[in-house]
């Protein structure tokens, strides 16, 4: 296991080189000027030449990029060029409400999406499958900023329970976390449903039934043990996605994580906190696929990585 | 490794907890991002210092969170940020440069040397004396690294006469000068926290404003005290003192939708930059009043002037006799706004009526007149689609649009406007960062794009030679004018100067303007409310919490 984890590690490092390579190129590729929001539009040519040569923007690209691995390296992620804040205390400093929005989604979407995929395959074909489906289906397909603002209308303005935005610990995040947890529901109950439709079906299943075990051990003793395993796949998957699909529902309900600061540093052509954000995020996507694949193994036994 | 066949869903909960109970730790180190505001769980840890005045915290909604709150790092000054700073002048409501930090100044005949006399016993928010030399040392800073820098014009020194007294040297007569002081840009900043911080001045900020900086949190609000020490209460305010409530929070919220609902609950007293479509809703809401002025700028659709096509004054002027600026200010702005023919709006000195009159009475829509001066220029209706065409190309622009909702409405408009003369527009929704990088580099055919300034020197920013990055207009006559306008040290004749160069422009018709907004705010639950008119900021002299 550990020599699996060590081979993981590295992978993971060449990995956040190539992200680190593409975000670079994209982040100085794309139209816009940070000189340009920095100095404004009145600003002399001395004065946005004399700002360029200050932040290193008038070197070629690839020395450019050398120094930001430097910095890397060295645990610097560079300095905000619009509020002149260290990008990594900034992100230090907005992550755990991100992540907090993120894992209270996430456990939501778990327990609702395995519940409701459950029910939906144990009752096939009936009016609960299609009702399970049919919730599923709108925590896929309906957008995040709706949710939130028909939530805000309900329980925070029309019933005064949560705060209407802000963040002010566990009480502020129950809004947004269910605003982001219904996707994740849809697509968890979906595919649990196929999932455990599947094993239902298997000849052990029938043997299991056919010695009178009861309904509520044969789905968690021998059904939910074996279907589980992709549906937890798509647990890890979807945190990463939380992570990032946190920026509308921090946009609507005033939250200050990592993704209003993203969409502040793009919209400014802030290309050290766009870098540092997106590198930070693929790290945090591949280490929780590196937990799932280690929690694997430690529920099924026929996985092995030695 | 083998478990128990059932072990795996505890063990994927003790994940979860896990989880759970690491987030929670990692939630305690976060006391920077606590919300301020009455909404009922619990208060920041801010030490109150200032004695209550009448009491209360006065939330404020806004749509933009400032970058920083050191005026002299960045290029964004808006209520967020300016009321921790007291410039030396301000602008009365009659658009009058009148002392404020200073107690009186003195510009020379040859407008070459500008003489400030401090008021006695003033202080910065650290209990700092506010002097001269200070002031020389916040000057400094400013020339050397502000973002802003020219706004001092070709200024060569800053000369300490007495402790109460300094003079401003410039190089050449600098007229925008005084306008330019009255903004928090170029307002004196604590010497004592220059000196301790440097660079990083925005994290404890001080200045002689009326309010001083209690909290940062990035993301969520910046919350200010009153300054109990404040005498500079200005003519247009009753209060001369300091303000008569405990601390005023900015909240950021982005959503229109989030910051409308926060404020109509109650859980903010004044919301700023109302979108035009709440404003009839809060208009008939009793709770609410809405307080409007007029911005210091106007929106207009800009030409590229160095694309062929409109080098011809025939096809500018039948663009401009194409549009009708009513619906859109009823329609896409929803009446916060007025139509503006002139380049000058009323809240900047300079502005003419004479020159609007004329503007309007040349540009008033005429579609007749538009076809006419296009088939003049060449374009003819040879097919049936209704768009003219020279030498086989159909007279098709492109408009450079952002993606805010108000201004896609008045692209949506403005296309069909000029349709009706044969004229297509294909609308290009850009971002924001992006028309700014590249409209200098002349990427452009159009844009729909507003400007903002309290000095008629705006124009020579716009038209002067070499600067003119979002028309591309360059025209020997106005830039001689503009230039001159800028060392005349009398006023009026400068603004006569300001009137022939509004004259050039009405004539070429190197843009259509279109409206200037207005800048609505609404309140609530609070007394004495008042905006400024000339520079659309809030006056926190008079305001009580009811």
Redesign the interface.
């Known amino acids: 296991?550990s020599r699996y984890i060590l081979k993981r590690g590295f992978s993971m490092l060449i990995t956040l080189l190539g992200v680190s390579i593409l975000v670079f190129l994209m982040v100085h590729l794309?139209?816009?000027?940070p000189v340009?929001?920095?100095?404004?539009?009145?600003?002399?040519e001395e004065?946005v030449n004399r700002?360029k040569a200050n932040l290193g923007l008038d070197k070629p690209l690839p020395l450019q990029y050398l120094a930001f691995i430097g910095g890397l390296l060295k645990g610097d992620l560079g300095t905000s060029y619009?509020?002149?804040?260290s990008v990594l205390e900034?992100i230090v400093?907005?992550?755990?409400?991100t992540?907090?929005l993120a894992?209270y989604s996430?456990?939501i979407g778990?327990i609702c999406g395995i519940v409701l995929g459950i029910v939906a395959a144990v009752k096939q074909n009936t009016i609960f499958d299609q009702l399970a489906m049919l919730v599923s289906l709108i925590g896929i397909s309906a957008p995040g900023?709706w949710i939130a603002?028909f939530l805000?209308?309900i329980f925070?303005?029309h019933l005064?329970i949560f705060?209407?935005?802000?963040?002010?610990?566990?009480?502020?995040l129950i809004l947004p976390s269910i605003t982001l947890g219904l996707g994740t529901t849809g697509n968890i109950a979906r595919m649990t449903r196929s999932s455990m439709l599947e094993v239902i079906k298997q000849d052990y299943m029938r043997t299991a039934e056919a010695k009178g075990v009861n309904v509520i051990r044969l789905i968690?003793?021998h059904g939910?043990?074996n279907a589980?395993i992709p549906v937890?796949t798509l647990i890890g998957l979807q945190f990463g996605h939380l992570l990032a699909g946190a920026v509308v529902t921090e946009?609507?309900?005033?939250?200050?994580?990592i993704g209003?600061?993203a969409i502040?540093a793009i919209?400014?052509?802030d290309m050290p906190t766009v870098q540092g954000l997106v590198l930070f995020m693929a790290f945090m996507f591949i280490l929780v696929n590196l937990l799932i694949d280690v929690?694997y193994?430690?529920?099924?036994?026929r996985i092995?990585y030695d | 490794m083998v478990m128990k066949k059932t072990g795996f869903i505890k063990m994927f909960l003790l994940s979860l907890f896990v989880l759970v109970v690491l987030s929670a730790c990692s939630g305690n180190s976060k006391d920077a991002q606590t919300q301020p505001t009455d909404q009922g769980k619990k208060e920041t840890n801010t030490t109150v210092e200032t004695p209550k005045q009448g009491g209360g915290t006065i939330t404020v909604t806004s749509v933009r969170e400032p970058d920083t709150v050191d005026v002299q790092r960045t290029t964004w000054v808006d209520d967020a940020n300016n009321h921790l700073y007291e410039p030396l002048v301000r602008f009365d409501f009659d658009g009058k440069v009148v002392p404020a930090l200073a107690e009186s100044f003195e510009v020379s005949p040859d407008g070459l040397v500008i003489t400030f006399t401090l008021r006695e016993g003033t202080t910065y928010h650290t209990g700092t004396p506010v002097t001269a030399e200070g002031i020389k040392k916040s000057f400094q800073r400013f020339m050397d690294s502000a973002p802003t820098s020219y706004m001092v014009g070709p200024l060569e020194e800053v000369v300490v006469v007495s402790d109460l007294k300094f003079e401003l040297h410039f190089r050449e007569a600098f007229a925008p000068f005084l306008s330019n002081a009255t903004t928090a840009y170029l307002a004196p900043l604590d010497p004592s926290v220059i000196d301790e911080l440097g660079d990083d001045f925005g994290t404890k900020a001080s200045a002689a404003g009326i309010l001083k900086l209690a909290e940062i949190s990035r993301g969520s609000f910046v919350k200010y005290d009153t300054f109990s020490d404040f005498q500079l209460g200005q003519g247009y305010s009753q209060n001369k003192g300091a303000a008569n409530f405990d601390s005023v929070v900015f909240r950021f919220i982005s959503d229109d939708d989030t910051r409308i609902l926060e404020f109509k609950r109650g859980n903010s007293q004044i919301m700023l930059s109302v979108p035009p479509n709440y404003i009839s809703e809060l208009e008939n809401d009793p709770q609410v009043e809405l307080a409007r002025t007029l911005a210091n700028g106007h929106t207009y659709l800009g030409m590229n002037n160095k694309k062929p096509v409109f080098q011809d004054l025939r096809v500018r002027q039948a663009i401009a006799l194409a549009v009708d600026r009513a619906p859109i200010v009823d329609y896409a702005l929803e009446g916060a706004a007025q139509a503006l023919f002139g380049p000058l709006p009323p809240t900047i000195p300079g502005y003419s009526q004479k020159v609007e009159d004329q503007a309007a009475q040349m540009y008033g829509r005429n579609i007749e007149k538009a076809r006419q001066l296009l088939a003049e220029a060449g374009y003819e209706q040879t097919n049936n689609n209704g768009i003219v065409m020279k030498d086989g190309k159909p007279l098709s622009i492109e408009l450079w649009v952002t993606s805010e909702p108000t201004m896609q409405r008045i692209a949506q408009l403005l296309q069909n406007q000029l349709a009706e003369a044969g004229i297509e527009m294909r609308i290009s929704v850009q971002e924001d960062a992006t028309i700014r990088a590249q409209s200098p580099e002349g990427a452009h055919e159009m844009l729909l794009w507003t400007y903002g300034w309290y000095d008629a020197d705006i124009l020579h920013s716009l038209f002067g030679r070499g600067i003119s990055t979002r028309v591309h207009y360059q025209n020997d006559a106005l830039i001689e004018i503009l230039e001159k306008a800028r060392v005349e040290v009398d006023p009026n004749v400068r603004m006569k100067m300001y009137e022939d160069a509004q004259m050039i422009i009405v004539e070429e018709s190197p843009w259509v303007p279109l409206f200037v907004r207005q800048n609505v705010v609404a309140y609530r639950d609070i007394e004495g409310f008042q905006v400024h008119p000339i520079t659309g900021s809030i006056i926190w002299s008079d305001i009580t919490k009811k």
């Open positions: 296991m794309i139209p816009g000027d340009n929001y920095i100095l404004g539009e009145f600003a002399t004065a700002l619009i509020t002149g804040l900034q400093q907005r992550f755990p409400v992540f907090q894992l996430l456990i778990s900023f603002l805000i209308l925070s303005y005064p705060p209407i935005s802000g963040y002010d610990g566990f009480y502020s968690k003793g939910l043990q589980l937890i946009t609507v309900f005033a939250l200050p994580g209003s600061l502040q919209a400014t052509r929690i193994s430690m529920i099924d036994p092995k």
